[in-house]
């Protein structure tokens, strides 16, 4: 299985919008809900941002949002904060039982 | 809170078995809400999802290491195990141990991590 399409790396300015995409295919991202976005900063464990594509984990900024659309799912981050600054990876279930991860976008604020 | 907390060898040499496990405290492997699992990571590179385990369930595996790959579990010390045979320089990285609610996308708790290197 190959990794879901993500930009090796975005970048914005403090207070801004930001969308970093995740494209997969009708196996995965297009056919289940089931897409969650992880933040991890360097030498640190990856942090749960965004599940079930929309979702926000108690204690996760409301800066953080999801969507999807058709086999591509997006995380926005508005009102970009430097420690914002960090890597992003996408997961999703696939119709083999499985899961797979984005490469990886690199935040740079 | 529940805790996870994996060990085992830093160091494997070429074509053995990578053998690591992860302690659940706060929390029981045998619950039917959660999966169990291993997420790893190369250095300087992105993660890759290993596999998971549902206690008295059935397993899923990473089909790039299908062939390789066991992930099993000990209720009675409330831990679950990772043993990656045949393996190659590829397999070094950061090898955390995770749990996935059974009904949705969250892995919502990691483990700190540990190293494991591919040498001889």
């Known amino acids: 299985q190959s990794a879901l399409t993500q930009p090796a790396s975005v970048s914005g300015s403090p207070g801004q919008s930001i969308t970093i995409s995740c494209t997969g295919t009708?196996?995965?991202?297009?056919?289940?809900?089931?897409v969650s976005w992880y933040q991890q900063h360097p030498g640190k464990v990856p942090k749960l941002v965004i599940f079930d594509v929309s979702k926000r984990p108690s204690g996760v900024s409301d800066r953080f949002s999801g969507s999807k659309s058709g086999n591509t799912a997006s995380l926005t981050i508005s009102g970009l904060q430097a420690e914002d600054e960090a890597d992003y990876y996408c997961n999703s279930y696939t119709t083999s039982s499985t899961w797979m991860f984005g490469g990886g976008t690199k935040l740079t604020v | 809170q529940l805790q996870l907390q994996e060990s085992g060898p830093g160091l494997v040499k070429p074509s053995e078995t990578l053998s690591l496990t992860c302690s659940v405290s706060?929390?029981?492997?045998?619950?039917?809400?959660?999966?169990w699992g291993w997420i790893r990571q190369p250095p300087g590179k992105g993660l890759e999802w290993v596999g998971n385990m549902f206690y008295g369930g059935t397993n899923y595996y990473n089909p790039s290491l299908k062939s390789r790959i066991t992930i099993s579990g000990d209720t009675s010390k409330n831990q679950f195990s990772l043993q990656l045979g045949s393996v190659t320089a590829a397999d070094t990285a950061m090898y955390y141990c995770?749990?996935?609610?059974?009904?949705?996308?969250?892995?919502?708790?990691w483990g700190q991590g540990t190293l494991v290197t591919v040498s001889s």
């Open positions: 009708s196996s995965d991202v297009g056919n289940y809900n089931y």
């Open positions: 706060g929390g029981s492997i045998s619950s039917s809400s959660f999966y």
């Open positions: 995770v749990r996935r609610r059974g009904d949705s996308s969250q892995v919502d708790y």
